[in-house]
Nanobody
């Protein structure tokens, strides 16, 4: 079965950086490389927020809240999507999920927690 597993979360101070990874497996009907992928997050007590998407060819889009600080990328040979988080703010504290689809809405992983605090 198709599966997405996120990793790389943790606790950092404001201004810090993290690199999240999303490993895909079981994509046998359609190859992973054919899927647009995305990252969404959910802060405590809030709804899901889409933050970034990447198409099959590597073209990326970002929410205004993370533009210039976060960078999405993919390695189709390894079936991995990355999200580089720089200049982290306390407001970035959330559970981060990767998923299929440029703006989400498809398969989603279980998430990785990012906590930003001093």
């Amino acid at each position: 079965a198709e599966q997405l597993v996120e990793s790389g979360g943790g606790s950092v101070q404001p201004g810090g950086s993290l690199r999240l990874a999303c490993a895909a497996s079981g994509f046998t009907f359609k190859p992973f490389s054919s899927y647009a992928m995305s990252w969404v997050r959910q802060a405590p007590g809030k709804g899901l927020e889409w933050i970034s998407g990447i198409n099959r060819d590597g073209g990326a889009i970002y929410a205004d809240s993370v533009k210039g600080r976060f960078t999405i990328s993919r390695d189709n040979a390894k079936n991995i999507v990355y999200l580089q988080l720089n200049s982290l703010k306390t407001g970035d504290t959330a559970m981060y999920y990767c998923g299929t689809g440029l703006t989400g809405g498809g398969l989603r992983g279980r998430g990785t927690q990012v906590t930003v605090s001093s």
